[in-house]
């Protein structure tokens, strides 16, 4: 069997594939994706298909294209959290206005984009395994095309093959930095439904929350006033949730929803996680979801896919070009994704982490009590500015019973910032990695006794 080369080969057909193969593609190199789908499946993945107002998008593909073809709902100005132990929902207002997608044809349109700025796309090509140099090297990969063996050899393999990729498992990782420190306890397990109904909604301006018991939510994205992308999950420490049933039932208590209609439906798992520490090895990189790059509270990860995955297909350009693939090669790929939303979901992962020492009952009390935008901005790290006199005086009513719980909220939040300071310090290189790693392990100790959760790491 001969290999097919390429500079390129991406595994893996969803948003960082996508994002990936335009970008490596336009700059001119031999790029081929790799898709266990046959082509007419493409796109069609698990996903709430809703993207937050301030999200955004590398300008690699015809953007414009992309919008006016999938973002169905572009007028979503809230999230709206439905508060199950009372009637009084808490509502947070967008910065900017968020959309809810077409999935599948959004999938379409990114893979139509990667092939007309220059990259092959093989589909019903499921890869199997990596080839390796003796150095260790990814040199390549191989699989099954309708069953017949093949075989491809690259510069750079691109891992976007998603959430508990396989490519992980069969790469020999040793004596390089790249995050083997993953487990499924760090993932979330989802399902999704979009459903028809007979007569429009009236909030098809915001996107719907209701927390379950297994740490996890229920949501409702209006895809257009009749179409709704309705789904639920659960964090996989967890008991096992019967998220059919759940999902059925909660739309028979919602008498707006007339006569609802299943027209589609899937599920898969996303990561609950920080990022990778590290996710680049000797021509190797990881993107999106192979990579962690997900919020790990809103379980949001089509942005942190795209944008890491462009970040990537760069480092690999200058990579490829300057004839050195290896680790310290595409080691800045780790600092772009720092620099940037990782530290953030790092330190929202913390949060997640306290909420593990609690109980579902437990959290919505404080998240009840403690006013909204302030419980958002606290989490985002940033200063929504004082309370007034009479606002602090309910507040400190309302989270009678729970001071303890917030204050040790307050040290987290602490912890947090120092956290964020800490990613802004990434190492420039593989060498300064085990000093930075063995300091942020120190902090995340010291959050885990402040909460009384178990280490998650
Ligand atoms: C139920 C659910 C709801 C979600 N809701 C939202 C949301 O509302 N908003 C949001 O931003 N994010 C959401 N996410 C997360 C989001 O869908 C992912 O973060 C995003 O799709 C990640 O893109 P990706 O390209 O990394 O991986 P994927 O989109 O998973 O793409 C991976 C691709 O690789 C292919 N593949 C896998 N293994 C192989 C193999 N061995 N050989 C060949 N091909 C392979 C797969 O077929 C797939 O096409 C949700 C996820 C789930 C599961």
Known sequence: ???????????????????????????????????????????????????????????????????????????????????????????????????????????????????????????????????????????????????????????????????????????????????????????????????????????????????????????????????????????????????ISAIEKDIESRPDLKNPTVVDKLGAAVPTRRPYDSAVAPGYVAVGDAAGHVNPTTGGGIPGAAKSAHWAAKRAIAAIEAGDVSEAALWEYNRDVMADFGKHFAAIDCYNIWGTAHDVEELTEIVSAVPAQHLADAMAGKDTGPMGLSLKLRTIKDTFGHWDDLLDLARVRRKTNALVDHYERYPTSPEGFPAWQSFRDDLMDEIYEISGADPKY
Not at 148 to 157: F, H, Q, R, S
Not at 158 to 173: K, R
Not at 215 to 236: A, D, E, H, K, S
Request: aromatic share 10%; net charge negative; charged share 25%.
């Open 1 to 243: 069997m001969s290999a097919e080369s390429y500079d390129v080969v991406v595994v893996g057909g969803g948003t960082g594939g996508a994002f990936a193969a335009a970008t490596t593609a336009k700059a001119g190199l031999d790029t081929v994706i790799l898709e266990r789908k046959p082509a007419e499946d493409a796109g069609h993945i698990a996903c709430g298909d809703a993207i937050k107002g301030t999200a955004t998008f590398p300008e690699v593909i015809d953007l414009d294209y992309l919008k006016a073809e999938s973002f169905t709902n572009q007028s979503v100005m809230r999230a709206v959290f439905e508060n199950p132990l009372t009637d009084e929902d808490i509502e947070i207002g967008f910065r900017g206005p968020g959309a809810v997608l077409d999935r599948k044809r959004y999938g379409e349109v990114i893979l139509e984009e990667a092939e007309r700025l220059g990259s092959e796309i093989h589909y019903d090509t499921v890869v199997q395994d990596v080839t390796q140099a003796a150095d260790g090297t990814v040199t390549g990969v191989t699989g099954t095309h309708k069953g017949k063996a093949v075989d491809y050899d690259a510069e750079v393999v691109i891992d976007a093959a998603g959430a508990l990729s396989i490519l992980q498992e069969e790469t020999d990782f040793a004596g390089t930095h790249f995050d083997t420190n993953v487990r499924y306890s760090q993932f979330c397990s989802a399902y999704r439904e979009v459903i028809e109904v007979d007569e429009p909604v009236d909030w098809d301006d915001a996107i719907v929350f209701k927390p379950t018991e297994q740490l996890g939510y229920l949501w409702y994205f209006p895809r257009t006033p009749t179409r709704i992308n309705v789904g639920v999950g659960f964090q996989m420490d967890q008991p096992e949730m019967q998220m």
